[in-house]
Structures are given as C-alpha cells and as structure tokens.
C-alpha cells in the first residue's frame, strides 16, 4: 500500500505535470486523465534498490538468456505496431486495414487516449527502464534514455484494443485476450519493461476502458466499427 509521504510527493510531481496533462486532456478523443485518475489507483512502483527490482531483473535476465530469434523477431514486430491490428493473425485475410476504415479510426482514437493518459504517469512515476539500472541487460527492442517505464504505454493500448476487439467480437473473446497477454509479455521478452509494469498496466486499461465504453463518442464509433467487420467476417449483427 503506498505511504501517505509517497502519496503526497506524487500529488506534488503530478501537481507540476498539471499543465502538460491538461494539454494532452484537450485531445483526448473519448477520455482524458482527469477522468481516469491514475494516480489515484496506480500504487508507486518498487523502488530500485527493492527486493522485488531485483527478482525482476532476474526474471528478465533468465528470459534473456532463453529468448530464441523467432521469440525476438515477434516481439520486436509488437514493439513497432501499436494499433488494433496486432490481432490480424487471429483472423487471416480479414482484419486488413486498408478494408477496414471505421476500425481504423476507432483505434487511431483509442492509441491517442493512451498517450493523453498514460504519458503524464509515467513522466510522474519517473521509474528508470531496467536496462538503464542494469547494464548487464541486452534489450532487443527500441530504448531510450528517459526514465518513463512506468507505465508500459504498450501494455495500456495492447488491452484497451484487446477490450474493444471482444466488444467486437464476443465470439473469440479468449484468444483476443489471450494475444493482448502475449503482446505484454513481449515487453519482458524485448527486455525493456519489469513485471510489475505490466500488471499496473493491465489494471489501468480495464479501469480506463470501462470509462470508455460510457462515452457517447466512443459508443458510436464502436458501433460504426463492428458493424463494418462483422459484416467483412460474414458473422450476424450483434446489439
């Protein structure tokens, strides 16, 4: 549980942040940080000299030192493609996105959100990328120097869009969200994110897409979209 001197630094840092976020609230296509509140149900992440950073870096050095070419080719593919998309292979030949506008612009809308919302935390948390605090790592995707790794942005779009896709497609629930499980994972596989990145990034998707599925906005553009792709998957019309 967070301490009430750790709740009050965050409120401090997110305090400064305030004009940054409200900038990228203005864009928001459906909901904004200061509806979703993570600071308010994101705990702090472990500290770098914690116990629990140093079984994640272990974790991260045995999947290393397992990860084959093809684990590394595909988890680079995820690292390069953040849109609803990354579900293709579950249905060969028709989530193609040149037939698909409204699903197109539907997830263009939902990647935005992401970065509106989780942009600002992890400029607050400020955790450093474990690559950055251990040397000894050989990451095989994109790195970069700023300390953002908290929360994975990549995780937050991989299940928002997992979200949306069963509201789609009900039918195929379980391997949609078992892809999204797999696209997170591939963030430890490419060696740029902790464990626990992962899991405070899963929970703020679920709590931002139920906010999302509430907004008009998003409601008719989720309509327009699945009603575009099941009709391009020959499937019945859903309500």
Do not use: W
């Amino acid at each position: 549980m967070r301490t009430a001197l750790s709740t009050v630094l965050l409120a401090a840092i997110l305090a400064c942040a305030l004009p940054y976020a409200t900038g990228l609230a203005k864009d928001a296509a459906y909901v904004g940080p200061e509806i979703t509140r993570g600071d308010q149900i994101l705990v702090s992440p472990p500290a770098p000299d914690s116990e629990t950073t140093r079984l994640e870096l272990a974790e991260l050095h045995r999947l290393q030192k397992l990860r084959t070419p093809d684990q590394a080719a595909r988890a680079k593919a995820d690292d390069d493609e953040e849109d609803i998309f990354i579900f293709r292979d579950l249905f060969p030949g028709r989530l193609v996105e040149a037939d698909l506008p409204a699903l197109k612009a539907l997830s263009d809308k939902i990647k935005k959100d992401e970065e509106v919302n989780s942009l600002p935390l992890k400029a607050a948390f400020a955790r450093k990328r474990p690559y950055n605090l251990d040397k000894t790592l050989a990451p095989v995707c994109k790195t970069k120097t700023k300390d953002d790794s908290y929360p994975s942005g990549h995780t937050i779009v991989g299940y928002l869009m997992a979200l949306t896709m069963v509201q789609i497609v009900p039918e195929r629930r379980d391997d949609i969200l078992n892809r999204a499980a797999d696209y997170a994972h591939n963030r430890q596989i490419c060696g740029v994110h902790y464990a626990s990145d992962l899991e405070a990034s899963r929970l703020f998707a679920y709590h931002t897409h139920a906010i999302m599925t509430q907004m008009p906005a998003y409601q008719a553009d989720l309509i327009a979209a699945r009603k575009e792709f099941r009709q391009n998957l020959g499937l019945p019309a859903i309500d």
